[in-house]
């Protein structure tokens, strides 16, 4: 038998040159094994943020080093720019997410990247090109992801990133919620509580553009008056905060536009009160989160004399439907906004080996933070 020694094979793919060590066999083996290995492009290795198991993700999570993937004929390998730190993200990893994926997991859930190298089947998709995964799919905490291709959508390059990486969740809701439940129209009115959140900062803007006057709740909180002043700057009509909605008629407050058809609610309990008592006859409240952790609570009154209707969203059921395709189309649309400077939101951007103080924001340890976007 032959001499074993070690060869070092070079993979070139694209403009990027792999090393790997090869043992060397009888020349038929060797042959063999080399042509089996030059089929499989692989790319990068990954630094990513991962957990073995649920729990508090302050303590589970850390940062690793994971090995190269293979690329298969219709995959994309993504080299990511930026991914934010969402609610769901938190939750998921917590546990109590109704959908998560199997652990060990890498964390995240949406995010932009730059097209790395394309599997040999791809055509719609090139190296180069400005990605983000639609529908969303975990494991984006990470320098480099590989999916098929179907789970990426090419947008335009002009998007600035952290706009980019937010798109998906937070405005996609907003404006789902806007046209899936009730018909308005402009000079209609809407009612939200959690109005200073990602979500409620879009429906602000997303409304004002159609000519449809807000009425925003926020809580109770230092700082309150410059969150409103920011929220009419967004082109909010009225923001109150709860305390100044306990009153005994809150019909009283509306001037010079007409009763809500349609609340969102966020916060539940005591806030999601105030927002049906805003609403008109026949009118619909949409709840799409509950950030008080405290149920909903309607009076019979306004179930049998106002025939109001309490409906529920989730962006997740909206994604797996036949409006999947419809949603790619509305996400276009969003960044357009987002690039003619019509939708804008609170972000901060981190860099990657800041994630655990991002997290610590993102968690609330450190009282009302913008959203947190890490960068790459």
């Known amino acids: ?98 959908v998560r ?15 790395y190298a394309i599997g040999s089947e791809v055509k719609s998709i090139s190296p180069g090109d400005l ?61 939200q509580n959690g109005a200073t959140s990602i979500v409620g900062q879009c429906i602000i ?21 410059e969150a409103k002043q920011k929220l009419k700057k967004l082109g909010a009509d009225e923001v109150y905060t709860e305390s100044q909605l306990e009153v005994k008629n809150i019909k009283n407050l509306l001037v010079n536009m007409p009763e809500p058809a349609l609340g969102l609610n966020c916060v539940g309990g005591n806030a999601a009160s105030l927002v049906l008592k805003f609403l008109r006859q026949g009118g619909t409240m949409v709840t799409y989160g509950g950030m008080s952790k405290k149920p909903i609570t309607v009076s019979t009154t306004s179930f049998i004399f106002k025939d109001l209707s309490l409906r529920g969203f989730w962006l997740q059921k909206c994604l797996s439907s036949d409006k999947a395709k419809e949603c790619r189309s509305m996400i276009d649309y969003l960044l357009g906004l987002s690039r003619e400077g019509k939708l804008i939101y609170d972000m901060e951007l981190v860099p990657f080996n800041n994630f655990h103080s991002a997290l610590d924001k993102a968690l609330g340890k450190q009282g009302s933070q913008p959203k947190q976007v890490i960068k790459f």
């Open 1 to 98: 038998m032959a001499t074993v020694r070690l060869l070092l094979k070079t993979l070139t793919h694209g403009t990027t040159s792999l090393s790997y060590p090869l043992l060397v066999r009888p020349r038929t083996q060797l042959f063999n094994s080399l042509r089996a290995f030059s089929a499989a492009a692989l790319s990068p290795p990954s630094t990513a943020v991962v957990y073995d198991h649920q729990g508090p993700p302050d303590t589970i999570t850390r940062i690793k080093e994971l090995p190269p993937v293979e690329i298969k004929q219709t995959d994309v390998c993504v080299r990511m720019l930026a991914a934010p730190i969402n609610p769901s993200d938190i939750n998921r990893i917590e546990g109590v997410y109704p």
């Open 101 to 115: 994926p199997p652990v060990p997991a890498v964390g995240g859930y949406e995010g932009v990247g730059e097209v």
């Open 131 to 191: 990605v983000i995964s639609f529908p969303p799919s975990s494991g984006t905490w990470q320098t480099y992801v590989v999916k098929e291709q179907s789970v990426w959508h090419k947008i335009d390059k002009s998007i600035p990133i952290e706009y980019a990486a937010t798109v998906t969740v937070n405005p996609l809701t907003a404006l789902r919620m806007l046209e899936d439940f009730v018909d308005l129209k402009s000079g209609d009115s809407i009612v």
């Open 205 to 225: 803007q997303l409304a004002r553009d159609r000519g449809i006057h807000t009425i925003n709740v926020i809580r109770d909180r230092v700082g309150s008056d």
